[in-house]
T-cell receptor
Framework: SQTIHQWPATLVQPVGSPLSLECTVEGTSNPNLYWYRQAAGRGLQLLFYSVGIGQISSEVPQNLSASRPQDRQFILSSKKLLLSDSGFYLC????????????FGPGTRLTVT | TQLLEQSPQFLSIQEGENLTVYCNSSSVFSSLQWYRQEPGEGPVLLVTVVTGGEVKKLKRLTFQFGDARKDSSLHITAAQPGDTGLYLCADLSTDSWGKLQFGAGTQVVVTP
């Protein structure tokens, strides 16, 4: 069966510090991968998506970046965090081109102080 | 840019009551999905609807998709505390990227 992991689960970082969040998927190959951010009690905003190694598309211009160094690994980064980067970050994967469902990871709660 | 509006923002009811939440789009949905999210977890897919006028039932949940494919409703019969959560609608793009655009959600609280 397929599983998706995210770490860390929670993170408190000062303004101006770097960020690295990691997402890995097990039990599948060549998945579509997605990063979302969610403000408290609100809907999800798509940040980045990837259909293959090294292929990253950005939805929202900001100080975040994403990379996909391996088939089942997706990384969200920032060189200098802003207060507005606080939120709940969710990684998701989709198994193929003809499927409807995305499967979400457990998320990372980021607080920028 | 498509705008998804969900209403109400918050709903608190007693166990056994019925409830309906709504999702409206400024443009036609490609495909519409409903998710439920519990605190501290990722959303879980409840249903996907594609065809205008479509009605789907999932136990006590009934999903309706408007004829014009610009609105949808989720009705829960005899709500239970386990139905508590954030209900999100999302437009699913039908291209190969499968991107989702979410509404802001309706927070539902069912008290015993």
């Amino acid at each position: 069966s397929q599983t998706i992991h995210q770490w860390p689960a929670t993170l408190v970082q000062p303004v101006g510090s770097p960020l690295s969040l990691e997402c890995t998927v097990e039990g599948t190959s060549n998945p579509n991968l997605y990063w979302y951010r969610q403000a408290a009690g609100r809907g999800l905003q798509l940040l980045f998506y990837s259909v293959g190694i090294g292929q990253i598309s950005s939805e929202v211009p900001q100080n975040l970046s994403a990379s996909r160094p391996q088939d089942r690994q997706f990384i969200l980064s920032s060189k200098k965090l802003l207060l507005s980067d606080s939120g709940f970050y969710l990684c998701a994967w989709k198994p193929g081109l003809q499927t409807y469902e995305q499967y979400f990871g457990p998320g990372t709660r980021l607080t920028v102080t | 840019t498509q705008l998804l509006e969900q209403s109400p923002q918050f709903l608190s009811i007693q166990e056994g009551e019925n409830l309906t939440v709504y999702c409206n789009s400024s443009s036609v949905f490609s495909s519409l999905q409903w998710y439920r999210q519990e605190p501290g977890e990722g959303p879980v897919l409840l249903v996907t609807v594609v065809t205008g006028g479509e009605v789907k039932k999932l136990k006590r949940l009934t999903f309706q998709f408007g004829d014009a494919r610009k609105d949808s409703s989720l009705h829960i019969t005899a709500a239970q505390p386990g139905d508590t959560g954030l209900y999100l609608c999302a437009d699913l793009s039908t291209d190969s990227w499968g991107k989702l655009q979410f509404g802001a959600g309706t927070q539902v609280v069912v008290t015993p």
